[in-house]
């Protein structure tokens, strides 16, 4: 595991504990990794945290949102939905509402169910992939960047977190989820100015 990926997971993992959140993180299965890769063509990072960290129950919490992880046993199944067709094979291409082979869903929104996925048709010179999600219940996909990378993801979620401590988590009231996506702009901006224009974390 590179030290980039490395130390986006300590931070998740600090920002998690910080916020008094429970979180099991353990080491999945060798064979489901093989698997994994061989299937869906997962960029070598995701790979690498699933190796070291896969999120057996991971939510992370702000007033503006929540990501439900999804742990390794699961994923497969969790691409069911989008991207494999009634007889369990990959599709090839786009399906009528837009969802694309090359998306594969990592994450859910404990709020309101949005897919977050990583694009494998994107994976970079350092094993990486963007980050994205899309609004459920629409008549196209419409993907929106999270993160450029899924390292970068993963920091922005634990500043998000940071941001979240001064925050009653509690409160849904839309004015504190107002006041908390103002206070995290900056934050977000320092980590990834993409994933901060593209306006999903603010």
């Known amino acids: 595991m590179d030290s980039d990926l490395s130390e986006s997971i300590s931070a998740?993992?600090?920002?998690?504990?910080?916020?008094?959140?429970?979180?099991?993180?353990?080491?999945?299965?060798?064979?489901?990794?093989?698997?994994?890769?061989?299937?869906?063509g997962l960029p070598r990072r995701y790979l690498d945290f699933l190796a070291e960290s896969n999120p057996v129950n991971v939510e992370t919490v702000t007033p503006a949102e929540r990501v439900q992880f999804v742990a390794a046993a699961d994923l497969v199944g969790e691409q069911a939905e989008h991207c494999l067709g009634p007889d369990g094979q990959l599709i090839?291409?786009?399906?009528?509402?837009?969802?694309?082979?090359?998306?594969?869903?990592?994450?859910?929104?404990?709020?309101?169910?949005d897919p977050?996925?990583?694009?494998?048709?994107?994976?970079?010179?350092?094993?990486?992939?963007?980050?994205?999600?899309?609004?459920?219940?629409?008549?196209?996909?419409?993907?929106?960047?999270?993160?450029?990378?899924?390292?970068?993801?993963?920091?922005?979620?634990?500043?998000?977190?940071?941001?979240?401590?001064?925050?009653?988590?509690?409160?849904?009231?839309p004015d504190n989820e107002r006041v908390f996506r103002e206070a995290v702009r900056s934050r977000v901006r320092e980590v990834d100015a993409a994933a901060q224009k593209a306006g999903h974390w603010t």
């Not at 291409?93 to 169910?113: C, D, E, H």
């Not at 999600?133 to 450029?148: D, F, H, I, N, Y």
Request: charged content about 25%; aromatic content about 12%.
């Open 12 to 40: 998740l993992k600090e920002s998690l504990k910080n916020l008094g959140l429970e979180a099991h993180f353990g080491a999945a299965d060798p064979k489901t990794l093989a698997t994994l890769k061989e299937r869906f």
């Open 92 to 113: 090839t291409k786009p399906t009528r509402r837009g969802w694309r082979p090359s998306w594969f869903v990592i994450a859910r929104s404990g709020l309101l169910g």
């Open 116 to 173: 977050y996925f990583v694009d494998t048709s994107q994976i970079d010179t350092e094993g990486d992939s963007p980050v994205y999600t899309a609004m459920s219940g629409t008549e196209v996909w419409q993907p929106k960047l999270c993160a450029s990378s899924f390292a970068t993801f993963l920091r922005v979620l634990a500043v998000t977190m940071e941001v979240a401590e001064d925050f009653d988590l509690d409160d849904f009231d």
